[in-house]
């Protein structure tokens, strides 16, 4: 038995939804690429410190939407289509061994400042049962004031260590 197939004169267009989808593939989505953010992998313990944290942070921060990044994660947030990054549950930082490291204070949670080049700062909480990393780009290199803004939920859910 032979089977035919009918060729169409047509040249083939790729409608809106093929471009949707070539550009899903790529990494990319049409209304403003979603940075690829790699999850940590916490205890147990701090890994729920984290998901509790996640359902109490803020959907704006600095006048910037929240919008996740990808893979979508409770251990992982983002503001301004990756402006402003939040990882929970990452590892302690070398850095903080370093008596000469900078940190500062956000309305009751410290932070550990380190500047990253040719980017905006990286913050770690410090004094806490699960750490908190938050980056920002470049715009943020002297503004430190969105910490502020995740300083509740950092305090409600994830318990000091001392």
């Not at 301004?80 to 990452?90: E, T």
Request: aromatic share 6%.
């Amino acid at each position: 038995m032979t089977f035919s197939r009918r060729r169409s004169p047509r040249p083939l267009l790729f409608g809106p939804s093929a471009v949707v989808l070539v550009l899903a593939a790529a990494g990319c989505t049409a209304g403003g690429a979603q940075p690829a953010v790699t999850a940590p992998s916490p205890s147990g313990e701090a890994a729920a410190y984290c998901e509790a944290l996640d359902r109490a942070l803020p959907g704006t921060v600095a006048g910037l939407e929240r919008s996740d990044p990808s893979p979508r994660s409770p251990l992982t947030a983002g503001w301004g289509d990756g402006a402003i990054v939040l990882r929970c549950g990452v590892p302690r930082p070398a850095k903080m061994e370093d008596a000469q490291s900078k940190a500062i204070d956000a309305d009751g949670v410290n932070w550990l400042l380190e500047q990253r080049a040719d980017d905006g700062p990286r913050f770690t909480s410090t004094y806490r049962k699960a750490y908190v990393e938050v980056t920002m780009d470049e715009r943020f290199a002297h503004d430190a004031s969105p910490l502020a803004e995740f300083a509740g939920a950092v305090r409600r859910t994830v318990p000091e260590s001392l």
